[in-house]
């Protein structure tokens, strides 16, 4: 979920002013609303260190009425704590129907800091997540308002913090050797910190991903998530419904997705379409991985290991292209292409994953999926296909899908693959005047391309919310067909040398 | 859950017969409504080898229309299926909108007899109840309708039908190795049932159990259960809603509770009140269980084991009495009572566990709750303080809480004090005479007692819906005091050694 975030974005002056004019009152006249309506309300902070957490709480508390919330900070527990079940010390600061309480950290200590500081016990990992899932369903259930921000940044930018803080005399207690030996090993961190995501993302109890580089792009976010989050509240407690009734079938936002795109979290937009490879390297370098890519698929074949390869992007992104350089040199007894098109009578009256599943390699067999299950959360999201409700489950109905696919032992890859507006206008008229290729434009293609920004946001939220540690989405940038073709190759070859090393190795 | 079944359920010939004659028509009926309103429909038969899966099977396809269904019979995975994921032998056997499938055994063979046998890797379990219960929820979403029988009879009665079925030449081959094994090591294997019974229970896919000791009583209680998921589903469908709207949220009655009280799974009624001490023996044993819980209570203080006792029972059950003999050597800077009375102002304006997360007993400590957070699925229920949602969601709350307390290394036991209504009644006329005890006794009590059949209902269903391996529900026979005391302190007595044994063991 981290993996794919666009993190730079920023906002000017002006315009954080203009909406803090807004925001600020907002939020305060909410807060008295909520109060009035009993809706007990939860406010989580976690994220990276330095990535502003104190900053935030302060900040966002500056519009609220100091009698009606309660700021807890959540370090380790105390020897009466540890005396008690792991929830205990949570369950006892639950804000009554009229409070807020904000926690600087909190039960997720359990399962990051903790974790990574080997407090906690590994083995009772899992037991940790299904009672933080549980309480928080509990919780919204009975009419809570849980809301959850995860500030983050990179590696680089919280050294450079924490540098900047060390090196002030009134600020240096502020940086610990723990925290310096979290940036050291930001990437293990940030791994404990994306499982935590993956596991608790709950329709009832969201994350918000604040994008914390800029910090008035973060207090304009965490503003809104919030003011959002407490709207929707009271038009579900005027509607009658104590929590959502929905609560948890409907998977949710990793972000609060608004109408505002400039507070869209996003990762396309990061691509860079430059990137491109000369003919003569390209040659070279398709023959070396070709040729790698053969070895490598006997011995995954030797293993009994399954490869589950889907490819999306946009129309004449160069899926087909990059496909038939990939199998080429393959065994063709042991990979299978399987085109999706629109469901045939049969894959109608079954549930949208069946002919999928009906499709799943046997152990040692290589499956590409030439478009894929993903159909869901875009075309049939796009032109009403399904209802809105089915789109939104699909997210965690695919993740699902896929991690039983990576537990039974497959290499599970997804790959988008990203060209520009005018790079795709070209290639379009390319196809239109090249009498070979005429087939492969139709008139949907140019409907679906008037769709373009329709289609940007919901390949955006699909990439967050489905692009996971067991199953990756690999965003290829495809303005040059060479460079993509060799980034989609020598990404399959790198996974299954990765997991051939097991072999090796032990 | 199996533990407090009364599996003696029986029915006349003539009741099954005037009830055949109405159900086999109705079942026609609906498996064509669903037909038409394009519900397809997955039927899955679990339960104890000898129970009577295959008769009940054939029973049922009686009244259906051969073209409409199938029946899958599901052995141990081929080589084929172990080289794919675990369900995909399942995804490929679903039924399409317009068809019904009947599974004789299913995906649940795989924590049931599989594991006894030990094909499944324990270290896997985990992974493979959240893959069925994301399979069964995906497919629920979807529409289907699911409806999970668990045949139940005793070790006895399967230890008799094995015998005739090996002497009879004809049926002899029905009967395995392994079928006598798991009857050898019946509760072993029951435990394994028990706990698949207590993860797998859902509102989208509910368990219902079918008292399989007399073969009419059985077939009548799968035809209904049948029928009313099936009518159930055409209601949903009508009304718009693909599946249930609250899918997640409420747990669901681990048997289907119809207003017909003979098919309804009870507890109370086989509790054997004629069971009684003589007040000699009484002494005698209560001196000796109250020194060795006085001993124990110093024990579990040391190792830091925390104890959670709760208590419920009829009005004038004897619950006073029997914790008054439970304390009394106790070293009381170790032990606290919490009465629990109606909420106050504060406890109002939080979630109703609140209260009792607020006196969890710190490690080392005993809780006794004299009235407990039951109430919320019995006087709150029966009274309407709560909303049909609200009790019905709180089994699961409760069980998920209670399960919490043991993963800490709790102790929990909850007593239920019975005594028939007769009895009830000879104890409120005692009170009201003798003045000394009148303070016991309110106008309350007396409305309460024309309540009695309700209270039943509603006791007997959380009996089944809690009890779980984690915190058992123990049945006191109260109409004697004598042996109900002693019944207490000794089943305490009992659980503390058990504990107290991994310590001098290891």
New interface residues.
Partial sequence: MLEQLDLTKSMSKEDYKKRMEVLEPELSRLQRECKAA?IPVIIVFEGFGAAGKGYQISRLIHALDPRGFYVHSIGPEST?EM??????RF??K?P???QMAIFDRSWYRKVLVDRFDGITDEH?L??YYN?IN?FE???A??G?VIIKLFLCIDKKEQKKRFKRLADVQSSSWRVSEDDLRRNKEFDKYKTMNDEMLEYTDKAYAPWTIIESMDRSFATVKIYTAVIEALKAALRRKAEGS??D?????VPTPASVEYDDDVLRTSSLQKADLSLALEREEYRAELKRLQNRIADLHGEIYKR?I?VILGFEGWDAGGKGGAIKRLTEKMDPRGYRVHPTASPND?EK??????RF??N?P???HIAIFDRTWYGRVMVERIEGFC?R??WQ?AYQ?IN?MEK??V??G?IVLKFWLQIDKDEQERRFNERMENPEKQWKITDEDWRNREKWDEYEKAVDEMLVRTSTMAAPWIIVEGNNKYYARIKVLQTVVDAMEKRLEQYTKG
């Fill in positions: 009993k009466e005396m008690h079940p792991f929830l205990w369950w006892t639950l009554s129907t009229t009772r899992i037991t009672e549980s369903r509990q919780l259930a009975d809570n104590a929590a009734s929905d609560i948890t079938t009994r399954p049969i009256v079954h549930h949208y994953l069946w599943w009906n799943v046997k152990d040692g209802t409700e089915e489950r109905e699902e039983q696919f537990d039974h497959a």
